[in-house]
């Protein structure tokens, strides 16, 4: 499986992280062109090489003219909502925004729909958030996983003076996320991730990495400052997952005063907390009542959090848990773009020399169906003809 990993060892922001993921490949002008599709085209964006502590980094920087006046958190969702981009990357920059308005109205008690967000700040913020999470879906990965964040240490000037590190809403998105050591353990000086920063760990990540994998390379994406005694960079680790087979935990319970309409949203928050796999048919409950059940397959790592959801998403009471082998097949991951628009497709590898099966991302499927106006299925054909020619190697039916 092919993964990404966020170590923000000093920090995290949203435009380290566009720089992050530009070293790690992706094209200066799909981010050149990233305003005009969101409807910002007065916005123009700089891209360089820098040095962080010796290191060579990809630093972003927005050139923003003066704005009128600032947003609120509601006006930028619905910009967000009308943006030409795949239902992947809205439905997680809308809810990076809700988060956002959530945590700045606990802060200032007021509705988070209603936060304000000042000029520049909130056309930075929707470049920021939706480029990231777009980014990461043309880096083609199968999952998103981060390491410790480092909040930094000491004050940060706020509009209504200054504060501790991390700011208060800051501190409320991160919460729920390992806080990497601070103080005499850690260099990081000043505020080392923002809202912004913190939102998009939240939207992207199924938490800590797996224990095994092998790293296939890396991206620094370069912050503002430049301190002379670390580097203030966000590193991005692309790499595959050492083997899919071993253990995992099998979970499992049986519902019958859920309404059948709420398994699906069920099935996202497991999937988004790490489950492999997840499924539900009909049983026959006590007293005559019909039910289903929910059968889910997670990580050992990430059973626990699997669970939680399980318990917050559904009516269940209880779980049962069991562990189990499983044997995989060696897989790999590749996109192909079909008149433009990205779609993931997965590779497996036969055993024994047995060719290969490629098998489109069933949501991509969707999305460049609905972009490009044309049933679902002939688009599923069209890339897997397009993989096939690119493998050259026979296919297994």
Not at 4 to 33: K, R, V
Not at 160 to 165: A, E, K, Q, S, T
């Amino acid at each position: 499986m092919h993964i990404a990993i966020i170590d923000p060892a000093a920090g995290i922001s949203g435009d380290m992280t566009l720089g992050a993921l530009l070293s790690l490949g992706l094209p200066a002008n799909w981010l050149a062109e990233l305003p005009a599709r969101v409807g910002l085209p007065e916005v123009s964006v700089a891209v360089r090489d820098a040095r962080r502590a010796g290191i060579t980094c990809r630093q972003v920087v927005f050139a923003i003219p003066e704005q009128p006046h600032g947003r609120h958190v509601g006006a930028l969702i619905r910009l967000v909502e009308q943006a030409p981009i795949s239902d992947w990357v809205k439905e997680r920059a809308v809810r990076a925004f809700q988060l956002i308005g959530e945590a700045e109205g606990r802060v200032h008690g007021i509705a988070a729909e209603t936060v304000h967000l000042h000029e520049v700040g909130a056309v930075d913020a929707v470049l920021d958030i939706v480029g990231a999470i777009e980014g990461f879906e043309r880096l083609g990965v199968d999952a998103i996983y981060h390491l410790p964040v480092s909040v930094g240490t000491g004050w940060v000037e706020a509009a209504h003076g200054r504060l501790p590190v991390p700011a208060p809403a800051t501190a409320i998105l991160l919460e729920g996320l390992e806080i990497a050591a601070s103080g005499g353990a850690s260099p990081v000086e000043g505020e080392a991730t923002t809202p912004t920063g913190a939102a998009l760990l939240r939207v992207l990540s199924a938490g800590s990495p797996p224990e095994r994998w092998r790293m296939s390379g890396s991206g620094w994406g370069a912050g503002q400052r430049d301190p002379a005694h670390y580097p203030n960079a966000l590193r991005i680790l692309v790499a595959e997952t050492a083997s899919e087979a071993g253990r995992v935990v099998l979970l499992a319970t049986d519902v019958d005063d859920m309404s059948p309409e709420y398994v699906d949203p069920l099935r996202q928050a497991l999937v988004a907390a790490g489950a492999l796999d997840v499924q539900t048919w009909p049983v026959q409950m006590k007293k005559g009542r019909q039910g289903f059940r929910v059968e889910v397959m997670a990580p050992e790592a990430l059973a626990d959090a699997v669970t939680a959801e399980l318990f917050r998403h559904s009516t269940t009471a209880g779980v049962r848990r069991w562990v189990a082998e499983r044997a995989t097949l060696p897989r790999q991951q590749m996109t192909i773009r079909l008149d433009g628009v990205a779609v993931r497709v997965k590779v497996l590898e036969q055993a024994g020399g047995g060719g290969r099966r490629v098998k489109p991302e069933y949501d991509d499927v969707l999305a460049a169906a609905r972009a490009l106006g044309k049933p679902p299925i002939d688009v599923a054909r069209a890339v897997e003809r397009d993989a096939e020619a690119l493998l050259g190697g026979k296919n297994v039916p």
